[in-house]
């Protein structure tokens, strides 16, 4: 069964950072495209990043600069370095796994930027 774990949200200032995981189980680790997903309340669901496995990434215009996101394919793993956090960054925070044509969600994780 293939499962998705994120980790590493929290209440933060300000200015300040956080890196999320995203371990994936249950699967053969290839050819996929990881991507973090947000959503704050009351707004849609929106692509924060992604990144596929040849390591081509992109961002949404919002967190450009700010945020990076890396693959570790060893350990199945996504990240998400999370810097000069804003309070509109305040959100769910959700991975996303694509391959071949299927995709899988994590159970999302908090991310709470106080001002």
């Known amino acids: 069964q293939v499962q998705l774990v994120e980790s590493g949200g929290g209440l933060v200032q300000a200015g300040g950072s956080l890196t999320l995981s995203c371990a994936a189980s249950?699967?053969?680790?290839?050819?996929?495209?990881m991507d973090w997903y947000r959503q704050a309340p009351g707004k849609q669901r929106e692509l924060v990043a992604g990144?596929?496995?040849?390591?081509?990434?992109n961002y949404a215009d919002s967190v450009k600069g700010r945020f990076t996101i890396s693959l570790d394919n060893v350990k199945k793993t996504v990240y998400l370095q999370m810097n000069s956090l804003k309070p509109e960054d305040t959100a769910v925070y959700y991975c996303?796994?694509?391959?071949?044509?299927?995709?899988?969600w994590g159970q999302g994780t908090q991310v709470t930027v106080s001002s």
């Open positions: 249950g699967i053969i680790f290839s050819r996929v495209a």
């Open positions: 996303k796994m694509s391959r071949l044509y299927v995709e899988y």
């Open positions: 990144i596929s496995s040849g390591s081509i990434t």
